[in-house]
């Protein structure tokens, strides 16, 4: 059975750093698009980062210089959070999606598109 296992989050005061771990089990995604996603109460889910199997990657404006994605070995993607702010608070998940190329499709629609999700690890930042 797929499954991802998303960890690291916490709370940390604003200006502090965190980092994000997302393990895969039951398969292999080294072939797959992986990607970082939050949700905040109340808003919708949102694509936050992500990184393809050459390992480009690509970042929602809002994380941009402050965020990093990267593959650790073929069941492992990381993402650093730097310079934290309030407005990041939310519930963190890691997803998976077959398609090689869907870095290349806009952002707003990945949340409809990535196929294998975990459980999701929550990131509060206190002001």
């Known amino acids: 059975q797929e499954q991802l296992a998303d960890s690291g989050g916490g709370s940390v005061q604003a200006g502090g750093s965190l980092r994000l771990s997302c393990k895969a089990s039951?398969?292999?995604?080294?072939?797959?698009?992986m990607a970082w996603f939050r949700q905040a109460p109340g808003k919708e889910r949102e694509a936050v980062a992500g990184?393809?199997?050459?390992?480009?990657t690509k970042y929602a404006d809002a994380v941009k210089g402050r965020f990093t994605v990267s593959r650790g070995d073929a069941n492992s993607m990381y993402l650093q959070l730097d310079r934290l702010q309030p407005e990041d608070s939310a519930m963190y998940y890691c997803?998976?999606?077959?398609?090689?190329?869907?870095?290349?499709?806009?952002?707003?629609?990945?949340?409809?598109?990535?196929?294998?999700w975990g459980q999701g690890t929550q990131v509060t930042v206190s002001s």
């Open positions: 990184i393809n199997t050459n390992d480009f």
């Open positions: 039951g398969y292999i995604y080294a072939n797959h698009s």
């Open positions: 997803a998976a999606d077959p398609n090689v190329r869907a870095l290349e499709i806009d952002m707003l629609i990945w949340p409809r598109l990535f196929q294998v």
